[in-house]
């Protein structure tokens, strides 16, 4: 059972940047994608950026031209570079990861909390 932990939030200025990290127990070049959502309080949770086995990605439209997601598989380490951040990027983000493409996320992390004031 692999293990996702998350790193890299906190609390940053509107227009500011932060670079989250999300370091797996095992190798993550089994999973079919990787992915990194979020949860505002009284929101759902909903994808935000993934990344493929062999490297395609995706983005949710809030979000897309501001943050970019990466891997290192060597490090079994996926990133999330944020910039530009605004209030509305508030949330908790979750790394997760996808056994295969046709099932949902099935490996979460426990989540680092980003804030953004105004």
């Known amino acids: 059972q692999v293990q996702l932990v998350e790193s890299g939030g906190g609390l940053v200025q509107a227009g500011g940047s932060l670079r989250l990290s999300c370091a797996a127990s095992g190798s993550i070049f089994g999973f079919d994608a990787m992915g990194w959502h979020r949860q505002a309080p009284g929101n759902q949770r909903d994808l935000v950026a993934a990344?493929?086995?062999?490297?395609?990605?995706n983005y949710a439209d809030s979000v897309k031209g501001r943050f970019t997601i990466s891997r290192d598989n060597t490090k079994n380490t996926v990133y999330l570079q944020m910039n530009s951040l605004e209030p509305e990027d508030t949330a908790v983000y979750y790394c997760?990861?996808?056994?295969?493409?046709?099932?949902?996320?099935?490996?979460w992390g426990e989540g680092t909390q980003v804030t953004v004031s105004s």
């Open positions: 990344i493929t086995r062999g490297g395609s990605t």
């Open positions: 997760s990861a996808r056994s295969t493409y046709d099932r949902p996320y099935d490996y």
